[in-house]
């Protein structure tokens, strides 16, 4: 009986230090949750500026594709002043680089055989040019794919891919000093030739498929003429002629490395360049080369055929798609403008996560660009007044598309408002303005918030949402309105994401 009551009362005493211990847990709890909580804030803040200074460090990276013609230059210039003195290159072993050329030899209808010559250029590549091949194999990613589908459909050799590599840099606008543009550097009358429209609106030649398209037809006509893979690439460096004469002046030779020192200097290094990147690349992993991870896969875009004129910009809005990316997507509209021409099929090239909203709402989204085209048609005058006119000096890190943002206008209408033909921009360089609410760029933010919150509510997003899908569910809210509200600087969206949207 005793030992009973003693069981009972240490079970009692049990409980009771259990009880403390569970109050005070649960008041360090409290503490420990608020600190958790202020972490947190802390943690969310800083995530945000870093995925601003991700999404801006993504723009730039556009940007820089499109328009740096900083690695172009540098393959021009490798070319045109190849050298081919020995290079001290240990990592690779003579005896080695045989082993490898014997063995692409043999899988490629190029003649990718052993000389010092060859072997010096890709050294030099390999010691020299390092990181300018490992940006060029990043970019390989996203247009290796349809360049091998043109290829392939044209029964061409798929290693003419690396050819884009030599002539542009993998630049879609890239332009030679002689007026060769694209991809594949079409001269004018060329690209005309094999089916490529150049308009004040479109240039096709830097278009990939069309233009890619294009090059297949002409190098099958090469091919035919001279029956060599070597031979035809070296005449759509220079021309036929170039190769005819440089066959003649050798006494009949009809091997590239009998007849280079009788072609013009740019085509003499030509191909060594060609077939070292085309080592390069086979051998990539070998060399220590990381592979490619694009900002975005060819295999994850699809294309629509536009219905009407419409702006990058226009498309930007609706979809969601940063305004850069669509220009990385779309390189041959000049103006960021597809037009619309009878006979003509222009297409728009976006992600697929959005092209199914684009095709169902088709109707209020070219509805929408008309009447914005209807009211550009007016004269200046009427659609500015004269105290919204500003001007804006360009800073460092300052693109089209970053002041378009900040002040709510169209990268298309600072293009008009001040005559550019390209979205290059220069230190110091000034621009006009009309923004449409010029005098509420001026005023503090918080009266910015203070009209937003006046009538904001609160949507939470589900799964299959887009900013558009969303801003068709509120009438008068755009797709930017929902990204300024709430501070969204892309597209992506996650399921039970609590968004403001307000009726205006």
């Given amino acids: 009986m005793a030992f009973r009551f003693f069981i009972a009362i240490l079970f009692l005493n049990i409980t009771l230090c259990f009880s403390q211990m569970k109050d005070t847990i649960s008041v360090t ?33 556009w940007l820089e594709e499109l328009y740096s013609n900083s690695l172009y230059d540098t393959i021009y210039s490798s070319i045109t002043d190849i050298s081919f ?7 690779l072993s003579t005896e080695l680089l045989k082993s490898r050329l014997a063995d692409l030899s043999s899988r490629t209808p190029f003649n990718v055989e052993y000389n010092p010559a060859l072997e010096s250029v890709i050294k030099s590549y390999l010691k020299n040019r390092r990181s300018s091949f490992q ?16 290829l392939d459909i044209h ?19 890239a332009k030679s000093r002689v007026g060769a543009a694209g991809l594949w550097q079409f001269m004018y009358t060329t690209g005309k030739m094999y089916g490529l429209d150049v308009s004040s609106y479109v240039d096709e030649r830097s278009d990939p498929i069309k233009s890619t398209e294009a090059a297949a037809k002409y190098l099958s006509k090469l091919y035919e003429i001279f029956g060599d893979w070597d031979l035809a690439l070296a005449a759509y460096n220079s021309g036929p002629g170039n190769v005819t004469k440089a066959i003649r002046r050798s006494g009949g030779y009809q091997n590239y490395w009998n007849i280079r020192h009788n072609l013009p200097r740019e085509t003499a290094g030509y191909l060594p360049a060609f077939l070292a990147t085309m080592y390069i690349f086979e051998y990539a992993e070998e060399h220590g080369f990381k592979k490619p991870k694009p900002e975005v896969a060819f295999f994850e875009t699809d294309t629509i055929r536009v219905k009407q004129m419409i702006t990058l910009d226009q498309v930007s809005e609706f979809t969601g798609v940063e305004m850069e990316e669509l220009q990385f997507l779309n390189p041959s509209y000049k103006l ?44 200046m005058p009427q659609l500015f007044e004269a105290d919204s006119k500003i001007t804006y000096k360009v800073r460092s890190g300052d693109f089209l598309g970053r002041v378009a943002r900040k002040y709510a206008v169209r990268v298309s209408d600072i293009k008009k408002w001040n005559g550019l033909r390209s979205n290059n921009l ?22 910015k918030t203070k009209s937003v919150s006046k009538n904001a509510k609160t949507y939470t997003v589900r799964n299959g949402d887009s900013l558009w899908s969303i801003s068709q569910k509120f ?6 309105n929902i990204k300024d509200w709430n501070g969204i600087s892309g597209s992506k969206l996650k399921p039970g994401m609590k968004l403001k949207v307000s009726k205006s």
Avoid: C, W
Wanted: glycine share 4%; no cysteine.
């Fill in 29 to 61: 709890n409290k503490k420990t949750d608020l600190k958790q909580l202020r972490t947190q804030k802390d943690s969310l803040l800083i995530r945000k500026v870093e995925v601003d200074l991700y999404a801006s460090d993504l723009d730039d990276k």
């Fill in 85 to 91: 003195e020995e290079v001290d290159y240990p990592e």
């Fill in 135 to 150: 940006k060029l194999i990043d970019l390989s990613a996203f247009y290796f794919p349809m360049f091998e589908r043109e």
């Fill in 155 to 173: 029964d061409l050799p798929l290693e003419i891919k690396y050819l884009a590599i030599v002539e542009s840099a993998l630049k879609p606008r």
């Fill in 336 to 379: 960021d403008i597809i037009p619309y021409v009878k006979g003509e099929n222009y297409i728009l090239r976006l992600p697929r996560r959005v092209v199914g909203d684009f095709v169902s709402n088709e109707d209020s989204i070219y509805g929408f660009a008309t009447e914005e085209f209807n009211k550009r048609e007016k004269p």
């Fill in 426 to 447: 220069k230190i110091g360089q000034r621009l006009v303005l009309y923004p449409k609410n010029a005098r509420s760029i001026t005023t503090s933010k918080s009266s």
């Fill in 475 to 480: 009438p008068g809210v755009s797709v930017q």
